[in-house]
Nanobody
Framework: QVQLVESGGGLVQAGGSLRLSCAASGRTSISTLAMGWFRQAPGQEREFVAVISWSPRTITYADSVKGRFTISSDNAKNTVYLQMNSLKADDTAVYYC?????????????????WGQGTQVTVSS
């Protein structure tokens, strides 16, 4: 079992930055997992944001965040981060951290076995 806890959300003005953290605990190191970020805005479907995996080393972003968001990790702390720069009002959503132990990465939420509780990000225009 893997437990995921997100933090770092909040209210920020458009053009600002936030860094989200996802701390993983349990029996597995994040280096054996694919760790993804998803988001869901009110009335909309959950959408993929970014994913990082180490076997093989892969990082993938949604087109909507490419060049503005950066996913990274501190494996010693079993934590994954999402640095969000140049935030826009459209980035407002609840952001979820997710993980799966399958080989490769996926943009599909149903491929992920473990989910955090989410953290709210609100960008004011």
């Amino acid at each position: 079992q893997v437990q995921l806890v997100e933090s770092g959300g909040g209210l920020v003005q458009a053009g600002g930055s936030l860094r989200l953290s996802c701390a993983a605990s349990g029996r597995t190191s994040i280096s054996t997992l694919a760790m993804g970020w998803f988001r869901q805005a009110p009335g909309q479907e959950r959408e993929f944001v970014a994913v990082i995996s180490w076997s093989p080393r892969t990082i993938t972003y949604a087109d909507s965040v490419k060049g503005r968001f950066t996913i990274s990790s501190d494996n010693a702390k079993n934590t994954v981060y999402l640095q969000m720069n140049s935030l826009k009002a459209d980035d407002t959503a609840v952001y979820y951290c997710a993980a799966h132990g399958k080989i490769g990465v996926s943009r599909r939420g149903r491929e992920y076995d473990y989910w955090g509780q989410g953290t709210q990000v609100t960008v004011s225009s």
